[in-house]
Nanobody
Framework: QVQVVESGGGLVQAGGSLKLSCIAS????????MGWFRQAPGKEREGVSS????????YYADSVKGRFTISRDNAVNTLYLQMNSLKPEDTAMYYC????????????????????WGQGTQVTVSS
């Protein structure tokens, strides 16, 4: 059984940092892509960043480029999102997702490609 569990969210002032973590269990031995998505109140869920199985290919939404860094440690089945220079507009529920698909610029943010999802962790940035 696959489980995806996020942690690390919280309340932070604008300009601050947070690091999210996500543990994906039950996928050992499978080369899965992982990603972070977020959904702000009243808005649709959107892709934030994703990383290939090897960690060698990453993609970011334009809104977070240069501020967020995605990484993964396959030895412990964990995905990370280091978020720096946070802005109030980064306030959202952040979701971790995993999937196995043809991974490229045109597919990384397609939510339908990710089969497994966590319950989310709330990030709130105060001004």
């Amino acid at each position: 059984q696959v489980q995806v569990v996020e942690s690390g969210g919280g309340l932070v002032q604008a300009g601050g940092s947070l690091k999210l973590s996500c543990i994906a269990s039950g996928l050992t031995g499978r080369a899965y892509t992982m990603g972070w998505f977020r959904q702000a109140p009243g808005k649709e869920r959107e892709g934030v960043s994703s990383v290939s199985w090897s960690g060698g290919t990453t993609y970011y939404a334009d809104s977070v480029k240069g501020r967020f860094t995605i990484s993964r440690d396959n030895a412990v089945n964990t995905l990370y999102l280091q978020m720096n220079s946070l802005k109030p507009e980064d306030t959202a529920m952040y979701y971790c997702a995993a999937g196995i698909f043809d991974y490229w610029l045109g597919s990384w943010s397609q939510q339908s490609q990710y089969k497994y999802w966590g319950q989310g962790t709330q990030v709130t940035v105060s001004s």
